[in-house]
Nanobody, 118 residues
Framework: QVQLVESGGGLVQAGGSLRLSCAAS????????MGWYRQAPGKQRELVAF???????NYADPVKGRFTISRDNAKNTVYLQMNSLKPEDTAVYYC????????????WGQGTQVTVSS
C-alpha cells in the first residue's frame, strides 16, 4: 500500500521554527527522490525542496538558507526543518514521492497546515 503521512505542521510566530516529517511506504521511498511542496490560498502548488536517494538537495529561492530537507533511509522518512519562518511561508505543505531519482511527483501526502503569524 502506498502511503505518505505528514506531521509537524502548526501555528508559529514569525522568526520561529517547525519541523515537518513525512513517513513513506518503503516501496515508494527506497531509491526515489522525495520532496516538499506547498500551496498558499489562491496560489499554485510550488516546489519547496527535494532530496535524491543519495542526499543531493535542491531548494526554491525563497527558502534557501532557512529550510533544510533531509531523509532517514532506515526509517523511510523525509524531514523539512524550517527556520526563520515568515508570514509568506504560510501554506499547506505536501510531501511528495517520485518514481525516479529525480523530482517528478507521483504520490502525494494529505498535506499539513503551516501558519506563520506576524
Amino acid at each position: 500500500q502506498v502511503q505518505l503521512v505528514e506531521s509537524g505542521g502548526g501555528l508559529v510566530q514569525a522568526g520561529g521554527s517547525l519541523r515537518l516529517s513525512c513517513a513513506a511506504s518503503r516501496s515508494i521511498f527506497s531509491g526515489n527522490a522525495m520532496g516538499w511542496y506547498r500551496q498558499a490560498p489562491g496560489k499554485q502548488r510550488e516546489l519547496v525542496a527535494f532530496i535524491t536517494s543519495i542526499g543531493r538537495t535542491n531548494y526554491a529561492d525563497p527558502v534557501k538558507g532557512r529550510f533544510t530537507i533531509s531523509r532517514d533511509n532506515a526509517k523511510n522518512t523525509v524531514y523539512l526543518q524550517m527556520n526563520s519562518l515568515k508570514p509568506e511561508d504560510t501554506a499547506v505543505y505536501y510531501c511528495a514521492a517520485s518514481r525516479l531519482d529525480i523530482m517528478t511527483p507521483a504520490y502525494w501526502g494529505q498535506g499539513t497546515q503551516v501558519t506563520v503569524s506576524s
